[in-house]
């Protein structure tokens, strides 16, 4: 279906997104960017999705935007850019407003686009090969780039995601742990297990429940006052009552047993 990218269904509710060019340790290219775009529009409308777990083939999750692309950027003009920028910045917005969570299983080396990609996850899982590096201020762009410099202090913190986006040194999986970049580093041969665990564990929760809750996420980390967060939280709740899920949830519970959601 794609040239870039491996679309599985590993588990129920769980679509694996594969970045597909090994040999060039899954580095973006302008096609890439497109096959996403594609992607989320059809995640939009997947009621049988209820988690997408993203990795990379090989030894790399993904190496930022391909050389051979980012050295036709000096010849686009401002206009050609800034209308480049916003479509495959567009791609990485898509994933991150998905209204299935994303867990990224971070592989191997998430370098500038791949820094970006894994910070678009709601939740991130590393192997002890992960690295991550703001690589866009090495090869004299702003570090600023795919949402970087929003996501990145909100994960870690504003002086952490300074110093890492000022110098573009790499950070390993231990240090990304310590600091709250990724939640887990667990062997590689064990990653996409715990990914796909991770996924089940939500995919057991009701899909509209599940929504809300990335949603109320997203929006009141940046929300101005409590009194606003929990207006927020209460249009939510009001709204999860109203579905026959939460009948079946509750009651499911109560008897200890599975939950069996009708609702998508």
């Not at 129920?12 to 996403?36: C, H, S, Y």
């Not at 809750?213 to 207006?231: I, P």
């Amino acid at each position: 279906m794609y040239n870039t990218l491996l679309v599985e269904r590993p588990r129920d509710g769980v679509v694996l997104v594969t970045l597909n060019r090994p040999k060039q340790r899954n580095a973006i290219t302008f096609e890439m960017f497109d096959e996403l775009h594609d992607l989320c529009d059809t995640l939009q409308k997947d009621r049988k999705a209820r988690a997408v777990v993203i990795t990379g083939t090989g030894v790399g999750f993904c190496a930022g935007l391909d050389l051979d692309e980012a050295s036709s950027l000096p010849d686009m003009s401002p206009h050609e850019m800034m209308l480049g920028q916003q479509h495959w910045a567009g791609a990485f917005m898509k994933i991150h407003e998905l209204p299935q969570p994303v867990i990224a299983a971070v592989n191997g080396a998430a370098a500038g686009g791949g820094l970006g990609l894994a910070m678009t996850a709601d939740i991130r899982i590393a192997s002890p090969e992960a690295r991550f590096n703001a690589a866009f201020v090495r090869i004299g762009l702003s570090a600023g780039d795919v949402g970087v410099s929003w996501s990145l202090p909100r994960a870690i913190g504003m002086a952490r995601a300074a110093e890492i986006m000022l110098t573009g040194r790499f950070v390993g999986a231990e240090e990304a742990l310590a600091i709250g970049l990724v939640t887990r580093v667990v062997p590689g041969d064990e990653l996409l297990e715990a990914a796909f665990d991770t996924a089940a564990r939500i995919a057991a929760n009701t899909p509209f429940g599940v929504t809300l809750t990335k949603r109320v996420l997203n929006a009141n980390v940046d929300a101005g006052s409590l009194s606003q967060a929990v207006e927020m939280e209460n249009r939510g709740q009001t709204l999860a009552t109203r579905g026959t899920d939460f009948r079946e949830a509750l009651q499911a519970f109560r008897e200890k047993r599975p939950a069996q959601y009708t609702a998508r």
